[in-house]
T-cell receptor, first 115, second 116 residues
Framework: EAAVTQSPRSKVAVTGGKVTLSCHQTNNHDYMYWYRQDTGHGLRLIHYSYVADSTEKGDIPDGYKASRPSQENFSLILELASLSQTAVYFC??????????????FGPGTRLLVL | GDSVTQTEGPVTVSESESLIINCTYSATSIAYPNLFWYVRYPGEGLQLLLKVITAGQKGSSRGFEATYNKETTSFHLQKASVQESDSAVYYCALGATNSAGNKLTFGIGTRVLVRP
């Protein structure tokens, strides 16, 4: 069974502080993704990675950095957390692109509240 | 850009009733996107419910069905008789596979509550 785990599951942060969200997958997938979901919006792609030590910007990368130190781990970093970054964050992994390999497997989400 | 519009929730139905969640899409970056329904049960991550990659085809899983209609750009999700365990949030998504991986564009999600 494919597995993607995230930590922490919830976090309260202060404005201006640094926040690191972690994601770990045991799927042996090359691709990993970070999404955020806000009320009234679908999931939106922040960053993704297709190989260790390399990350790419998604649709809404401003205010976020990402790190992929290994195939299994992918972190999302908020250097200076802001109120607008309060959201639920989802990590996902998938095989390389291809119509029959494009299913993404998601973690349970991290609920972040910035005060 | 690409977009997905789906039924706003919450949608409340009684057990054994039918359910339909509407989904329409606009795909500007790719002519033939892959279409997906993901489901998120309480406390869990999103998981794939069904997907269809060919226009005109129907996908089905766990009693749910959705048909890829290119003419109406729709991918509505239906179930004839729901169970309490179907209470969840359902997301319609379109996928554009390219060098950027398998980029998914999601709808806002539809929360479904099934009354016993």
């Amino acid at each position: 069974e494919a597995a993607v785990t995230q930590s922490p599951r919830s976090k309260v942060a202060v404005t201006g502080g640094k926040v690191t969200l972690s994601c770990h997958q045991t799927n042996n997938h090359d691709y990993m993704y970070w999404y955020r979901q806000d009320t009234g919006h679908g999931l939106r792609l922040i960053h993704y990675s297709y190989v260790a030590d390399s990350t790419e910007k998604g649709d809404i990368p401003d205010g976020y950095k990402a790190s992929r130190p290994s195939q299994e781990n992918f972190s999302l970093i908020l250097e200076l957390a802001s109120l607008s970054q309060t959201a639920v964050y989802f990590c996902a992994s998938s095989d390389a692109p291809g119509q029959f390999q494009d299913t993404q497997y998601f973690g349970p989400g991290t609920r972040l509240l910035v005060l | 850009g690409d977009s997905v519009t789906q039924t706003e929730g919450p949608v409340t139905v009684s057990e054994s009733e039918s359910l339909i969640i509407n989904c329409t899409y606009s795909a500007t970056s790719i002519a033939y996107p892959n279409l997906f329904w993901y489901v998120r049960y309480p406390g869990e991550g999103l998981q794939l419910l069904l997907k269809v990659i060919t226009a005109g085809q129907k996908g089905s899983s766990r009693g749910f069905e959705a048909t890829y209609n290119k003419e109406t750009t729709s991918f509505h999700l239906q179930k004839a008789s729901v169970q309490e365990s179907d209470s969840a949030v359902y997301y319609c998504a379109l996928g554009a596979t390219n060098s950027a991986g398998n980029k998914l564009t999601f709808g806002i999600g539809t929360r479904v509550l099934v009354r016993p």
